[in-house]
């Protein structure tokens, strides 16, 4: 007798930097989401597709909560929140050494008391060294503040439980037919990867002060799947950031720099698309963009 198959959606929560992009991108085994030692890296709610022969889960990676410090914060953290609505089971990421007391995590426990959602609490990086006997303390500490169904030890980095986390995963799904094609990864179109994948070398090629500052806009994609007479796929790309120190960094002496971001970028688009790219990047200032209503709608961070 065939199994049921079953679908729904598994949204992941959780505070800056403990690893959720990196855990997407290892249980689809493909790098999706953006992954650098920064925090808040993640902007978007990008949803990412995890297909068997019974199954098909649409992972939801978040922006991380925190306490933002502009506007553009303050909408990152309602799209992570309010991803959270639409999900069949919630995947609460900490790392061994995270505490519930902490103001990312109370906001977190808080909305998560809201829900009648189960919560898969994922204790993330016990790959690093002396983890194994800090699991089940901070297991315990979470389970005192939240109804969890289930407490996954996990390693994003070395694939540690990965296949029974997707069980897991996997039982709480209803039965249903598949909610996208197959063969499909991702909901986003090639575009948004694009820039996604230039922030990404952007963000980890600078220094302290430009990273967060940074917000890419794809001003031309042409490419030889819908653009038969090219040979290549073009790509003109305009990085923006706040002040001009920023930019001065971002460019490099004698624009070093961005033609190393841009040859970065140019190697992973190429491996993402199978085309040869030709990738031209501009760099401009946007007076403190991360503040203004105007500026977040053109970069698509509206309401």
């Known amino acids: 007798m065939n199994k049921p198959f079953k679908s729904g959606v598994a949204a992941l929560a959780g505070r800056p930097n403990v690893g959720k992009s990196s855990l997407v991108n290892r249980l689809l085994d493909f790098r999706l989401s953006v992954v650098t030692p920064k925090p808040q890296t993640t902007r978007d709610a ?6 068997d022969e019974d199954c098909q889960i649409v992972f939801v990676d978040t922006p991380g909560v925190h306490e933002p410090e502009h506007r553009l914060g303050e909408r990152l953290v309602d799209r992570a929140l309010e991803a959270l609505d639409e999900a069949d089971v919630i995947l609460y990421v900490v790392t061994i050494d995270d505490r519930p007391f902490w103001s990312e995590n109370r906001t977190i426990i808080g909305r998560l008391k809201e829900t009648k959602t189960p919560v898969i609490l994922c204790v993330n990086k016990v790959d690093l060294p002396g983890s194994r006997e800090k699991i089940l303390p901070v297991i315990s500490l979470f389970q005192k503040e939240l109804d969890i169904r289930d407490a996954i030890p996990v390693s994003a980095r070395d694939g540690t439980h990965r296949e029974l986390l997707l069980q897991t995963v996997k039982s709480y799904l209803p039965e249903g037919v598949p909610l996208y094609p197959d063969d499909q990864v991702t909901d986003r179109p090639e575009r948004f990867l694009a820039a996604e994948i230039i922030r990404g070398k952007a963000m980890e090629m600078t220094e302290e002060e430009v990273p967060h500052s940074l ?10 799947d819908e653009y038969p ?7 003109r790309a305009t990085v923006y950031v706040e002040r001009p120190g920023q930019r001065a960094i971002l460019l490099g002496t004698g624009g070093r720099m961005i033609r190393a971001v841009g040859s970065a970028a140019r190697k992973e688009l190429e491996r993402l698309t199978g085309h040869k790219v030709f990738l031209d990047l501009w760099v401009k200032v946007s007076q403190d963009w991360r503040d203004s209503e105007r500026e977040l709608r053109r970069l698509g961070y509206g309401e």
């Open 46 to 51: 990008i949803l990412g597709l995890y297909n």
């Open 229 to 235: 007479d090219r040979t290549d796929l073009l790509i």
């Open 215 to 224: 917000a890419v806009e794809i001003d031309e994609y042409k490419s030889p």
